[in-house]
């Protein structure tokens, strides 16, 4: 922050005093009075007005630009960025909470965009409430709706403005910023703003102005950026190659920004970067360009290493409009999310519910499971269409049937080499960072009692981890974790998908829900070992079912959580007919998968009239008529 030069044009000034909650309160003879004890400053886009433990000693009013506020609700001093509980435009307020309480402040208040602010001092402010005694009430209402929103949940500012930096030179940042523009516009109003257009619309050499030094051009430009905003849903600006002024500019007044490279490049850091790096409150993610005909993302982890503090990477072909699809539902808060349960060979029912939501047209932006959802939701991720699934998956473990491999029982019933085998074969050399959605599976440390979420890494060694059923398949090394089955802490992780997009989630739970699966209502007594077995394969008569050790395991790791109704956390909630499936029916997939594709079409029927969630998930009212529904084959 720094003090301006000259002070803002009177008119505009008296405008913005007359819409302020407190100001305006004033009668408008006495409004010129406030202004001489005014001083005006500039706060650049991405840097802070106050911090926690700044002296409350002014009042601030916004006279252009906008800023953000976070709320430190616990006094610990860690402020996630994605936790803003406020955003103010002209004539907001700052700093009554701190004048009433006399403490110091609390909250992080930052400039989205640059920004010019009015002081008024501590003492001038209570000079004026002994004049007007009733500003006292506007000062405590406006201080209350601060608490208010700081135990609301965090707000998701609309995205506005959008910059695309390039950090490679050979990066075709016109193709991809148009493209972005196309999908970002899609049934909206959007300004593609470069250069050229900034200097033809604000006046010669505006783009080449000193972003540092405060003046009446800068106030003509915040001016313009707000009729912009005002005019239209997206504004994207194309930057330069090089941190110039321009591109300065375009990150100070950016929502977001995108920096773009080829994937097939380089991945040093660049100059721009590091000078990026110094943006406190602008959200940066990278956006990797690949060959059209791309069969997977590679190397990944190579540009991620050197860029700890991007929040995502998005992979894009400019040739599939889809991709691009996906990266403007993700900057304008409307990714769908997928979260798939834990269930043994039930999960296989997922595949038919991915297949039901991929012919009804819901996008799938980002998924995420725990034990066999886990391994499905990285088929999803992959790209993987349904055959291939259900091909892939009756290979490993019909074909190799790792559960049918036992060991001496010292750490668990199956043996290590044989699952590794399958899952190597099934996931290749793939990483979870190189999947074309995002993707991540949860595991729990047996050493630190934690709940784990995997979320880069080799891929098969993520997904050995996420299902290892304690005392049935080894216990996985990942990072130096002793890592078991994720449904030991969190058989259907919604919470964790919250936590990563603001979009609708959706949920399909296949986990064991009724008890007497694992005790059947005509069991008194558990036989012997040979009698069960006997029971097992006995060619005729009836059968006494009894739990296996897989089946005891599973049951135990959801009898602790009776309460947890993951239906209550989710936007769509699928609960496939499984119940009488066992872990390792793998078999019996074709049924499965037409099992959870009728249940999906069901789900989606069940909310024909819910006009918010049908917006969420690009769908219409037309979509849900007459759904398909699959034929559940016999038992063979």
Not at 22 to 34: D, I, K, S, Y
Not at 293 to 300: N, Q, V, Y
Not at 339 to 367: E, F, K, S, W, Y
Not at 491 to 498: A, E
Request: contains cysteine; charged residues 25%; aromatic residues 6%.
């Amino acid at each position: 922050m720094r003090p301006c030069a000259t002070p803002p044009e009177p008119d505009h000034l008296l405008a913005v005093l007359g819409r302020s909650a407190l100001l305006g309160r004033l009668p408008a003879e006495e409004r010129p009075r406030v202004v001489e004890r005014l001083t005006f400053h500039f706060v650049p886009g991405g840097e802070a007005l106050v911090r926690p433990g700044d002296p409350s000693d002014a009042l601030w009013i916004v006279i252009h630009g906008r800023l953000r506020t976070w709320w430190d609700i616990d006094g610990s001093g860690q402020i996630e960025p994605h936790e803003a509980v406020d955003e103010l435009g002209e004539g907001g307020l700052v700093g009554d909470v701190g004048l009433l309480s006399g403490e110091p402040h609390e909250a992080l208040v930052i400039a989205v965009r640059d920004t010019e602010v009015a002081r008024l001092a501590a003492a001038d402010v209570w000079a004026l409430v002994r004049e007007h005694p009733e500003l006292a009430e506007v000062l405590g209402r406006g201080a209350v709706q601060l608490l208010r929103a700081a135990f609301r949940p965090p707000l998701r500012p609309d995205l506005v403005n959008v910059a695309v930096v390039p950090i490679d030179q050979g990066a075709p940042l016109r193709t991809f910023a148009s493209a972005l523009a196309d999908a970002l516009g899609a049934g909206s109003s959007l300004r593609y703003v470069h250069a050229e257009l900034f200097d033809a619309e604000i006046g010669a050499g505006a783009s080449e102005d000193d972003v540092d030094a405060w003046d009446q051009t800068d106030r003509r430009i915040v001016r313009w950026v707000t009729e912009q905003e005002r005019r239209f849903r997206f504004i994207v600006y194309e930057a330069d190659r090089t941190w110039t002024a321009w591109t300065r500019r375009c990150v100070r007044m950016a929502d977001k920004v995108l920096l773009v490279a080829r994937a097939d490049t380089v991945a040093e850091v660049t100059d721009t970067e590091r000078h990026l790096q110094a943006v406190a409150a602008t959200g940066q993610e990278l956006v990797l360009l690949h060959p059209d005909d791309a069969e997977r993302p590679r190397r990944t982890s190579v540009w991620l290493d050197r860029r700890p503090h991007l929040r995502r990477v998005h992979h894009v072909r400019l040739a599939d409009p889809t991709t691009v699809a996906r990266l403007a539902r993700f900057l304008t808060n409307r990714s769908v999310g997928l979260v798939l349960g834990g269930g043994g060979a039930r999960g296989t029912a997922q595949m038919g519910a991915i297949q039901a939501l991929r012919d009804v047209g819901v996008p799938i932006d980002l998924v995420g499971g725990t034990s066999a959802g886990g391994g499905v939701a990285a088929m999803a991720a992959l790209g993987w269409d349904l055959e291939t699934m259900r091909a892939r998956n009756h290979r490993a473990f019909v074909v190799m049937a790792p559960f049918q491999q036992y060991t001496l029982p010292f750490y668990s019933l199956i043996q290590k080499h044989r699952v590794e085998q399958v899952s190597r074969w099934l996931y290749g050399d793939a990483r979870i960072e190189d999947l074309w959605l995002p993707m991540f599976c949860v595991a729990c440390d047996l050493v630190r009692g934690e709940k784990v979420v995997l979320r880069d890494g080799e891929l098969w060694r993520a997904i050995l981890a996420t299902t290892a059923l304690p005392g049935v398949v080894p216990p996985v090394w990942v990072d130096g974790r002793l890592l078991v089955d994720g449904g030991v802490m969190d058989n259907n992780p919604v919470r964790t998908m919250r936590e990563m997009h603001p979009g609708p989630t959706l949920l399909v739970d296949v986990g064991q829900a009724r008890a007497e699966l694992v005790s059947p209502p005509d069991l008194r007594d558990l036989p012997s070992p040979l009698t069960a077995l006997w029971h097992r394969f006995k060619p005729f008569g009836p059968r006494v079912k009894v739990p296996t050790i897989p089946e005891i395991v599973a049951r135990t790791m959801t009898v602790a959580r009776p309460n947890d109704d993951p239906s209550r956390l989710c936007d769509l909630y699928v609960r496939p007919a499984v119940d009488p499936y066992g872990l390792t029916d793998f078999k019996k997939a074709d049924q499965l998968v037409a099992i959870g594709y009728n249940a999906t079409m069901d789900a989606l029927a069940a909310k024909a009239d819910d006009n918010a969630l049908l917006d969420a998930l690009s769908l219409s009212r037309h979509a849900l008529k007459d759904l398909p529904r699959l034929p559940i084959p016999k038992a063979v």
